[in-house]
């Protein structure tokens, strides 16, 4: 049962939880914005079960998902990658906006379920990336994120390792941290222990002790264009590796794997986090969908089912302008951020059944699939134990500062398996 939001317990819940730039950006806020630490404590604390961490690409996605959230009484991620919503971006939704827009709406709609704000796949493919994150990644916990993903799987391993130390200082000690061994190819470069245990440990020996590790465990971003998906075994593999270290999984690209495949990644690895993106815009659009989440094409285009989603003359008009661009189905996501004002200028019966298809979408998710009913009491237990907005980590120091050295880490780095798949761009 979820705690009500005119509860004492809720009012000490909003008075130690909400992190200092939660509290300075909405002081007389209701809603129980988090770090991402306490949603992995609560997913954790269940045992086999992960959550939904939805990306919001447009404004009724996060409506729905949070609606289904409540719903479900689960502790949640709202989300945006860098290529959604960065300085380059094709969402409306950006890492300086979307803490606003999910404030906004737990208020309005009695939201009393914790909810982090998560800068998804933070890339970091090289100096000039490095140079810019140190601007930009404060800026963006300073317009509300909770929680980053630093991306810079792109690199060498020792290149990754030695670029996630870089940033680190950078990012809050509160805040939830996700980093990435492996950029998400398919079932091409695939993630290694060896691989894991070289960032992990590096990262370990310089006191940063990630919440979460994502691999390229045999998924895509986007449309799948195979049915290998994800590889359950490499991925439990990977997570006993480093279990001494006390990380849990991150899930990426689950549209296009099937429920079954899901409910194996929350009941026979550590993940506790899964990422939704191309399912929740596709739902939203009201696209035809099957049980993997992946769009049905007809002669390589979506189906539109009448009565679902936006309005057919949207829909044609949004058609029309993607064959303008001679787009494949998925680059439609490029659509997103024209189209944005344009889907909430709709009817208020049109939005509304926007939002309920994703809601109805995710809490079957949550319910059926992830196992995350009522983990919003796990969170609020994690909470009041820290009594503090910060959950503080939960590993310590295992490794010897004086081997993880930028020198003996290029020399390490030699050691280290350097297949990693064809070159390309393989973002969200």
């Known amino acids: ?194 691989d894991a245990l070289f960032l992990i440990q590096g990262l370990n020996a310089h006191d940063i002790f990630p919440d979460w590790i994502a691999l390229n465990n045999g998924t895509t971003h986007g449309i799948q264009a195979a049915s290998a998906g994800i590889q359950v075994e490499l991925t439990a593999r990977i997570h006993q590796a480093i279990a001494p270290y006390g990380l849990s999984g991150a899930q990426h690209g689950t549209s296009g794997n099937s429920s079954d495949r899901l409910r194996r990644i929350a009941k026979e690895t550590r993940t506790t986090k899964a990422n939704v993106a191309t399912a929740l815009q596709m739902v939203s659009w009201g696209v035809e969908i099957d049980d993997y989440g992946n769009a049905n094409l007809k002669d390589g285009s979506l189906v539109k089912v009448p009565g679902k989603g936006m309005s057919e003359e949207l829909w044609a008009e949004m058609v029309a302008c993607g064959e303008s661009k001679k787009y494949k189905a998925g680059d439609f996501k490029s659509l997103n951020l024209p189209f944005e004002n344009k889907i909430l200028a709709q009817s208020k019966e049109i939005r509304d059944r926007m939002a309920k298809e994703v809601e109805d979408f995710v809490y079957r998710l949550l319910t059926e699939v992830f196992y995350a009913t009522d983990t919003a009491p796990l969170a609020y237990e994690a909470i009041l134990k820290a009594g503090s907005y910060d959950a503080g980590p939960k590993a310590q120091r295992l490794e010897t500062p004086d081997d993880w050295t930028e020198a003996k880490i290029l020399e390490k780095g030699k050691f280290l398996n350097t297949d990693k798949g064809p070159r390309g761009n393989y973002d969200d």
């Open 1 to 194: 049962m979820a705690w009500s939001n005119k509860s004492k317990e809720y009012e000490k819940l909003l008075e130690i939880g909400r992190p200092p730039n939660i509290q300075a950006l909405f002081p007389n806020s209701r809603a129980l914005i988090v770090s991402g630490k306490f949603i992995d404590r609560a997913l954790k604390a269940k045992g086999q079960a992960m959550t939904i961490a939805a990306n919001g690409r447009n404004h009724l996605i996060i409506r729905g998902t949070l609606a289904a959230a409540q719903k479900a009484n689960a502790a949640c991620l709202i989300e945006i990658a860098k290529s959604e919503g960065g300085h380059d971006f094709y969402c409306m939704t950006s890492y300086w906006n979307m803490a606003r827009q999910v404030d906004a709406l737990i208020n309005e709609m009695g939201i009393t379920v914790p909810v982090a704000i998560h800068a998804d796949h933070y890339g970091i493919k090289n100096a000039q990336d490095l140079a810019v994150g140190k601007v930009e990644v404060p800026s963006m916990f300073e317009a509300g994120i909770t929680s980053i993903a630093i991306d810079a799987s792109h690199l060498p391993d020792d290149q990754n390792l030695l670029a996630s130390v870089a940033i680190n200082p950078y990012i809050p000690k509160w805040a939830g941290l996700e980093c990435e061994v492996g950029e998400i190819k398919g079932d091409i470069g695939l993630s290694t222990p060896e």
